[in-house]
């Protein structure tokens, strides 16, 4: 069922069943725009209902995601984080491998930004900055090792166990921001505030569109290198016949470990980022939800370089398009998170034929190890 | 083996589709933004308030108490218009919502929650005609307040001590459960409160305590309470929000007294619930309105002032100036206790006669 | 450390553990159904939220078992678009199923918010009383710990056993394990994919519906928004937990509510220990477990992977 086409291009997984494609790309082209259109209309009428003004609302929504210099910093520095997260999450999706414990492995950045950064807090910023970011970085990579560990040694299912470290994540954090973490007055959990020379500076003033922001930068540049590269055409090919990558010497441990290490070591980052650049303290919600909207964007965006972009990009305007619907327009957050989620639920159909393959090739990573086992 | 590319739609064809919607919703967003302003010039002389809430406005808890203040000054005050903003907990989404309201021209913008301490402080100088007022900034240390910056907090152990010394004459036994969300440290604070409290009327009562972990899972504080019964406890203190509707069914189905912290849960346990502390923010919401009107809004002397300095505006609120109320004890309450419910109100009665009198104050535990 | 070594310690634990795996069972089932078929339902914390929500919409004024099977048939309706978008059109299940997620608790804390006052009634309803069995409540140790239960948590262990016999021993249940793993092969002989994925996601709607609505009536009695409190996503981890077996669910539900009731009850025997570190028991619980059962547990073949017809 799963060819794999050797020579196809790099740069997207190809083994579609002959046929369905074709079938499937027609429907999705004509459906996407439809359900999009759909799901903004039923969000209307929804308002309408509630005695919202849906237009005034659906414009303060686009107004608070790209309407000024403010807004625009809003979106970038929202989709930022949703875009590393996701490239990350996709070199382990492109690999066979579903992580969802990049939320928790944010958590574990940001502690382990935070504490690498009061270690060096009398360094000069050249020295604190990069320290931070690899402290984030190993803290996230720490954070998925064991689930790594156990998938590759033990055959345990990565969608558990990662989602498991996310609640040990979570767990830990309040732990350590209710007590060593704690300034001793708070009575909340919080940090003390992040140190000045390990922040990162604001590109635009009056926004919150600071350096960190440019990260996501490099790790799609790095992502594009990584899809292009060797070695991630061989973990690609493991993730779509892991069978065959392992009759060519493919490591079906390395494969497994490298690319969920990999993927912790940019959730690892992102926690950084959060902590150094946009809130410069660590609160329990660090995290807000953006291991597992990164983990949307992943999908979403067909785990491609391109996709992962625009959906992140898409994500961090929705975010800030609906907070800004609640502030000025006063529409209560719950009815906002409806009318993000009938967005979300939207533009899922757009994607549909790219997930449709990518899965197949998770999904065939996981009949091997089935197959393996018995 | 099948053509690979039949009917595919090549890669760059695929993004610039999407590209295209990106680049539209741009040019919808710069559209909104060139003719949605109005500029705020609707001068009718009404004071514009917003209100930040962490939680929704009907929680029968901290942003209850928010909400029905407002509601309650506005409606006495007569010349306010406002606007409620809940369920801000995201530390993310606190900041730009703060900055919409300022850039919207509110006069007044009330952070009601130690969640909204630090965008207030990275904004108020952005925004100086715009009055801020925070919660819980003399914890955070470096917090400033200015001219157009203000601090309010409650006291944590006035939420409490009432409690204890309602709990120690109507337990009838020498044990008590009291159920927490998470084990953050004003909650550990308030519980301390509540032994210390408890101990001054009975020294020989036992304490028996439980977490639900959250603020949110009802049921984990449904089975905690359970738990604590089992194990013996005789009277229940829940010490706040939505989760002690689970401590009041549970003790509720076991015949056990409950009282509770932030919120009557009457509704919830006729039967066993005896009281419960709640704020009220309308007199500092009054208050806050009239100094926003005649200029006396902030620091004393206009300057910025840190925790810790002179001059630091910073409001407290506790039953000494009625901003935490002890809410009468439920006289349709069946259950049995070791005094009548009349004697019960006369000791919370003399408890908040003699603070008022200011000849005692609720010590801060520890 | 002395109340370890009372029977009613542990009796009290496992009774709790009991009543904190109702809801679960019930979710945990219905799921297991759809997961062997072949849908990764992400939506399951939705379907439990709002199922808790209608279930108290619909009992404050009726009855308590009418409420309950609104709860299922609101699960149900949300578990509707999981079949639209991810079995009818191809949408990716895990983007769905976390959207679903967010529709359902944005959905019922909107409602909540628009149907309540400020200050006035919320709606209610009294909690069940034990079911009380004769003889068996009144041995001694048992009677407390395993028979001193709500009709919800008898129904949830009946409907075990009725859903083991469905997924082992009948037509449907073999058509559901065929389709999850290879629908292209069960295709080929004749088995109707789409019919059969959408039967078994109705069904985890429904059943997860009824996990809230047992949740809502059973122990909770008034709602606040997200009181399911990720409840959805322990009944995925006991799932896995479990290996997709009906009975592994249900004993899993148990464990993991057995050892989240010790947590609880560990935090006045062990004083010191920070209560997030006795919170973490249950999920440390599931990963030994998962550990140990790795070897021979096996993933439903095509879980998570959207079946496009080939006509």
């Known amino acids: 069922m799963t060819d794999v086409v050797a020579g196809g291009e790099r740069g997207e997984i190809e083994h579609a069943p002959a046929g369905t494609e074709e079938r499937s790309l027609t429907t999705s082209l004509s459906t996407s725009s439809l359900a999009v259109l759909i799901a903004v209309v039923v969000g209307g009428l929804i308002m309408l209902f509630s005695g919202e003004n849906p237009l005034t609302a659906y414009g303060a929504m686009l107004d608070g995601a790209f309407g000024s210099r403010f807004a625009l910093g809003e979106t970038l520095s929202r989709a930022a984080p949703l875009a590393i997260v996701g490239y990350g999450t996709a070199v382990a999706l492109r690999a066979g491998l579903i992580t969802i414990g990049a939320q928790g492995q944010v958590v574990a950045g940001a502690i382990g930004a935070l504490l690498t950064a009061q270690f060096f807090e009398t360094a000069p910023s050249a020295v604190a900055i990069p320290a931070a970011a690899i402290g984030g970085a190993l803290f996230g990579m720490a954070w998925v090792l064991i689930p790594a560990m156990l998938r590759a040694y033990f055959s345990v299912n990565e969608i558990l166990s990662t989602l498991l470290f996310t609640e040990f994540a979570a767990l830990l954090i309040e732990y350590l921001l209710n007590n060593p973490l704690k300034p001793p007055t708070a009575i909340t959990p919080q940090s003390d505030p992040y140190p000045d020379n390990g922040i990162l500076g604001l590109v635009i003033d009056g926004t919150r569109f600071h350096t960190g922001v440019f990260a996501a930068v490099i790790i799609g540049l790095a992502f594009i290198w990584w899809v292009r590269s060797d070695r991630g055409f061989s973990y690609d090919l493991y993730g779509e016949n892991p069978n065959l990558a392992q009759s060519l010497g493919i490591s079906s441990n390395r494969v497994i470990i490298n690319s969920l290490l990999i993927s912790g070591a940019t959730a690892g980052l992102v926690g950084w980022i959060q902590a150094a650049g946009l809130l410069q303290r660590v609160y329990v919600g660090i995290a807000s939800d953006i291991g597992f909207f990164g983990l949307v964007v992943a999908f979403l965006g067909g785990a491609t370089a391109g996709g992962v972009l625009v959906a992140a990009l898409l994500f961090g305007a929705l975010q800030a398009g609906g907070l800004a619907m609640q502030s000025s327009e006063g529409i209560p957050a719950s009815l906002s998170d409806i009318i993000q989620a009938l967005l979300l639920l939207g533009f899922s159909i757009r994607y549909a034929p790219q997930i449709i393959r990518l899965t197949r090739g998770v999904m065939a990573n996981f009949t091997l190890v089935g197959r393996k086992r018995r | 083996m099948a053509a690979p590319y039949e009917g595919e739609v090549p890669v760059s064809r695929r993004s610039s589709f999407l590209f295209r919607i990106f680049a539209l919703l741009m040019v919808f967003g710069l559209v909104a933004a060139g003719c949605g302003n109005d500029d705020d010039s609707d001068d009718d002389g009404a004071l514009k308030v917003a209100l930040l809430l962490p939680g929704v406005r009907n929680d029968n808890s901290f942003s209850q108490a928010a909400y029905e203040g407002l509601r309650d000054a506005v409606a006495e005050d007569g010349n306010v218009e406002t606007e409620v903003l809940e369920e801000i907990i995201d530390p993310t989404d606190s900041l730009p919502a703060i900055r919409d309201f300022a850039s919207q021209g509110f006069d007044l913008i009330l952070g009601h929650g130690i969640e909204y301490v630090d965008p207030i402080q990275q904004l108020y100088a952005e925004f100086p005609d715009v009055s801020f007022s925070m919660t819980g900034g003399i914890l955070v240390p470096g917090s400033v307040t200015s001219d157009n910056v203000v601090d309010w907090l409650y006291n944590v152990q006035d939420m409490a001590y009432p409690n204890g010394i309602l709990a120690a004459k109507a337990v009838i036994g020498d044990t008590i459960g009291i159920v927490g969300g998470p084990e953050f440290d004003f909650v550990k604070t308030m519980h301390q409160s509540f032994r210390d409290a408890a101990l001054s009327v009975n020294p020989d009562i036992e304490f028996l305590e439980g977490f639900a972990g959250s603020f949110v899972d009802v049921q984990a504080a449904a089975e905690v309470t359970q738990q604590l019964i089992d194990q013996g406890a005789d009277f229940i203190y829940c010490s706040g929000d939505g989760i002690c509707i689970g401590a009041a069914q549970t003790a509720s189905a076991a015949g056990i007294p409950i009282s509770v912290g932030f919120g009557s849960q009457e509704q919830t346990a006729p039967d066993v619930y005896l009281a419960a502390t709640v704020i009220r923010m309308k007199d500092l919401y009054l208050d806050f309105f009239a100094q926003v009107r005649n200029g006396t809004f902030g620091t004393p002397d206009g300057e910025v002032h840190a925790v810790g300095e002179e001059g630091y505006a910073f409001y407290p609120g506790g039953i000494f100036n009625a901003q935490v109320e002890v809410l009468p004890v439920n006289t349709n309450a069946t259950v049995e206790t070791a005094v009548s419910l009349d004697e019960l109100q006369a000791a919370l009665d003399e408890l908040v006669a003699s603070i008022e009198a200011g000849e005692f104050s609720i010590p801060f535990p520890g | ?311």
């Open chain 3, 1 to 311: 450390m002395s109340q370890l070594l009372e029977a009613t310690f542990w009796s009290a634990t496992v009774a709790g553990g009991l009543r904190l795996a109702t809801p679960l069972i019930y979710a945990s089932i219905g799921e297991t159904f759809a997961q062997r078929a072949g849908v990764l339902n992400l939506g399951l914390e939705g379907y439990m939220i709002i199922g808790a929500l209608t279930s108290l919409y619909v009992a404050d004024p009726t009855v308590a078992p009418l409420g309950f099977l609104a709860g299922g048939l609101a699960g149900m309706l949300l578990a509707a678009f999981m079949v639209l978008l991810s079995i009818r059109l191809y949408a990716n299940q895990v983007v769905v199923g976390f959207g679903l997620t967010i529709l359902g608790i944005g959905t019922t804390g909107y409602i909540f918010r628009v149907t309540t006052d400020v200050g006035g009634r919320d709606r209610q309803v009294s909690l069940p009383s034990e079911v009380d069995i004769p003889l068996l409540s009144d041995i001694p140790w048992l009677g407390d710990a395993l028979f001193g239960h709500s009709w919800y948590t008898w129904l949830a262990l009946g409907l075990v056993v009725v859903t083991g016999f469905i997924a082992s021993r009948t037509i449907f249940g073999l058509e559901v394990k065929a389709v999850g793993e290879d629908p292209d092969a069960a295709a080929a002989r004749g088995v109707d994919v789409v019919r059969v994925r959408t039967m078994a996601t109705l069904m985890s709607g429904f059943l997860g519906g009824l996990g809230g609505a047992a949740l809502m009536l059973g122990s909770v009695g008034r709602f606040q928004p997200w009181l399911t409190a990720n409840r959805g996503f322990i009944a995925l981890i006991v799932i896995i937990m479990a290996s997709w077996s009906i009975w592994g669910a249900a004993v899993g539900a148990f464990v993991f509510g057995f050892f989240e009731a010790l947590g609880f009850n560990l935090n006045n025997v062990f004083v010191d220990v920070p209560v997030e570190g006795l919170n973490a028991i249950p999920f440390f619980v599931a990963l030994l477990i998962l550990t140990a059962s790795a070897r021979w547990a096996r993933m439903p073949r095509g879980l998570g992977e959207n079946y496009v017809p080939t006509v």
